[in-house]
């Protein structure tokens, strides 16, 4: 066929023949354009942690969506993370959203801290270390490896054979946080091994050459695979009181830590799927990261009664911090935005591009497009007098699916936030333990 044929054949076709076939070409070219940039475009983020720093600037550890894609075949079959991957990277970017400051290099960045001497105490998850860098310099001054400790000088009970003492390639300990404190004469620092189900604090000095002696982890809690304790955790903090809390997210819960005799002395009741973080306000209240429920808490911690709460615009948030002026800065994750929120739940300010949610609009308003034309044609047709009993009985078949279509993606629309989080609790309990 020539193309002269190939356009005589597309003349002779019906107006709403061509209408259809346009609508389904853009459609078409529309996912063929944004799903590989899904998986190519290292632009769109899955935010981990984010800080408002001092000067109004803000600190995002910025993991590509395409990372956190790659992340479970990476963990299936040990393939390590290369060395200078752009899709790893912690930038600081103004108000306006220009990238002010940023570093690449490093792998799947979880938590960044602004020390006291401005520069950055990182949880370089999958590099499986705790770096301090240099802010103006950008070279790494001080590095904390499990793999150069010898466990079994911390607790004896894990001996050689332990999961401790045996490195794996990739996603071995997946350090997710590290929190910082001035004790006064010394400082410490409190580090979340995930894959460990262990929280350690570290004596921790810049200066010092020998960070990965055993003895400089003075405090630790938590037991590999010991559910009663911790369960694949995330966001240890120090407390005004001088316990830690910490999110215990695949035990649902958030638990207090006694830090003199590691009791348990405080759990959270509500009910929770996989809470990431846990802050505590100003007033005392709890500020809680519920993830796979899609939502933001602020709740009383004696009464346990939720006093504030968010759940828009949110796909399994990663975690959230109160600032100074009320608002709150939070990491949406997969939804690929950094938001600020007002008490009254406006987003006031926000960083990245909620690309998951574009293809879910874009899709279902085309969908209803289609829809709402094959309607109008099939209730033309239904007006001519000569249509047999079997065209007209296929014509209210045609018009049915039609409304059906058109009221099944207006619920999507309207709906999505509210679909996304059923969804996530239909299947929350079956990848519960996975690489996630
Ligand atoms: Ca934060
Ligand atoms: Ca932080
Ligand atoms: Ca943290
Ligand atoms: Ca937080």
């Not at 590691?262 to 846990?278: C, G, Q």
């Amino acid at each position: 066929m020539t193309l002269d044929d190939f356009i005589e054949r597309i003349q002779r076709l019906r107006i709403r023949t061509k209408i259809r076939i346009l609508i389904i070409l853009l459609l078409v070219s529309f996912n063929l354009v944004m799903i590989p940039q899904l998986f190519f475009n290292n632009n769109f983020l899955a935010p981990h942690d984010v800080d408002r720093k001092a000067n109004g600037n803000t600190l995002i550890c910025a993991v590509s969506l395409n990372e956190m894609f790659a992340h479970p075949p990476r963990v299936r079959n040990q393939v390590p993370m290369p060395i200078n991957s752009a899709n790893n990277r912690i930038i600081e970017i103004d108000e306006n959203g220009r990238i002010t400051w940023e570093i690449s290099g490093l792998a799947m960045p979880h938590e960044v801290e602004e020390l006291p001497n401005g520069n950055l105490l990182v949880a370089d998850t999958t590099f499986d270390r705790v770096i301090e860098i240099n802010y103006n310099t950008k070279e790494i001054i001080w590095s904390w490896e499990p793999s150069k400790i010898n466990w079994t000088e911390v607790n004896e009970e894990w001996d050689e054979n332990h999961y401790y003492n045996n490195p794996k390639t990739y996603d071995w300990t997946h350090i997710n946080d590290v929190d910082f404190k001035q004790y006064g004469e010394w400082n410490a620092c409190l580090v979340s091994l995930r894959n460990f189900d262990l929280v350690v604090e570290l004596n921790y000095s810049a200066e010092s050459i020998n960070a990965n002696n055993a003895s400089n982890i003075v405090w630790w809690y938590g037991d590999y695979e010991n559910a009663t304790l911790l369960s694949r955790q995330h966001n240890p903090d120090y407390l005004e009181n001088g316990n830690v809390i910490i999110a215990d997210s695949e035990n649902d819960r958030i638990v207090e830590v006694n830090y003199s005799n590691k009791e348990k002395v405080w759990e959270s009741v509500i009910e929770l799927r996989w809470p990431r973080d846990a802050d505590e306000l100003d007033n005392g209240n709890l500020l809680i990261t519920d993830s796979y429920n899609n939502r933001i808490l602020e709740i009383n911690r004696t009464t346990q009664e939720i006093v504030w709460m968010f759940e828009r615009d949110l796909m399994i948030p990663y975690e959230s911090d109160q600032l100074e002026n009320g608002n709150y800065l939070i990491s949406t994750e997969y939804m690929g935005k950094v938001i600020e929120v007002n008490q009254e739940g406006f987003i006031v300010w926000s960083y990245g591009f909620p690309v998951f949610k574009l293809l879910f609009y874009f899709n279902s308003f085309v969908l209803i497009g289609i829809a709402g034309i094959e309607i109008f044609y099939k209730t033309q047709n239904l007006s001519e007098p000569k249509l047999s009993k079997k065209k007209i009985a296929l014509n209210f078949v045609a018009l049915g699916v039609s409304i059906f279509m058109i009221v099944l993606f207006l619920i999507v629309i309207f709906h999505f936030n509210g679909l996304l989080q059923s969804f996530l609790q239909f299947i929350y309990p079956s990848i519960k333990g996975s690489v996630f």
